[in-house]
């Protein structure tokens, strides 16, 4: 096997798991949409949030489905050119996206939902930290 596929394994596999993460949970979505707007204004209802839940829902909608993308492209980018820029990229997008959803679960005191988010922050953490080209 490639010596360069092995010493970027971890990073790979990192960037295919935010993939699957983040296009499954954007399609999810877009497929349902009334379903997660509907239960997202109840789960804001009480928070200074609620005017704005269905932006919301569009904003991270977007974010994650193009975290997703971007991981999967990165993962192709770096077979055909040898590049984890991308990924590094997708990495950042993600850390962003799981901050968004982060504040929004802590508004709503929806702790537990929020500590469920953190192993995902920390997996885009890694992977920007494998993929990161400006010092590693």
Do not use: C
Not at 81 to 103: K, Q, R
Not at 104 to 119: E, N, S, T
């Amino acid at each position: 096997m490639n010596p360069e596929i092995l010493q970027n394994l971890p990073a790979l596999f990192a960037a295919l798991f935010v993939a699957i993460l983040f296009i499954q949970s954007g399609l999810d979505k877009v497929f349902d949409w009334k379903g997660n707007v509907a239960w997202l204004t109840g789960h804001f209802s009480k928070t200074f949030l609620a005017p704005f839940t269905k932006i919301m829902v569009a904003k991270i909608t977007v974010l994650e489905l193009l975290t997703g993308i971007t991981a999967a492209a990165g993962i192709l980018y770096f077979f055909a050119v040898g590049s984890m820029i991308v990924v590094f990229y997708a990495s950042i997008l993600g850390a962003a996206t799981v901050t968004g959803l982060f504040f929004g679960q802590r508004v709503a005191k929806d702790y537990a939902g929020a500590a469920i988010l953190v192993p995902y922050f920390l997996l885009t953490l890694a992977m920007m930290y494998l993929t990161n080209p400006f010092g590693r």
